[in-house]
């Protein structure tokens, strides 16, 4: 059975960092693009930061760009998401997820419906 376990999320202040990391179990992903996606209370879910199979090419949001930093280690089929520079409006739930499309080797997805295995988000909490 597949599993996405996040972790590192919490409560931190204005500029201050999180590193969030989502570990699969069940199957090795190593082939697989992956995607950040996050969702505040009364909106709906987003894209933050999207990654392709081997960690060549990266995409953010253009909310995050610049302070959020995606990355993976095949190795241990574990994901990354460094935030840098919170920011309150980045307060949200966090989730994790990972496509079995395969659409090039560059391959990475904005689009939530285009991912199959989430993980259960991890709450980041920015005070002003």
């Known amino acids: 059975q597949v599993q996405l376990v996040e972790s590192g999320g919490g409560l931190v202040q204005a500029g201050g960092s999180l590193r969030l990391s989502c570990a699969a179990s069940?199957?090795?992903?190593?082939?697989?693009?992956m995607g950040w996606f996050r969702q505040a209370p009364g909106k709906e879910r987003e894209f933050v930061a999207g990654?392709?199979?081997?960690?060549?090419?990266?995409g953010y949001a253009d909310s995050v760009k610049g302070r959020f930093t995606i990355s993976r280690d095949n190795a241990k089929n574990t994901f990354y998401l460094q935030m840098n520079g919170l920011k309150p409006e980045d307060t949200a739930v966090y989730y994790c997820?990972?496509?079995?499309?395969?659409?090039?080797?560059?391959?990475?997805?904005?689009?939530?419906?285009?991912?199959?295995?989430w993980g259960q988000g991890t709450q980041v909490t920015v005070s002003s």
């Open positions: 990654i392709n199979w081997n960690g060549g090419t990266t």
């Open positions: 997820a990972i496509t079995l499309r395969y659409d090039g080797p560059y391959y990475y997805s904005r689009a939530a419906d285009e991912y199959a295995y």
């Open positions: 069940g199957r090795t992903f190593s082939s697989h693009a």
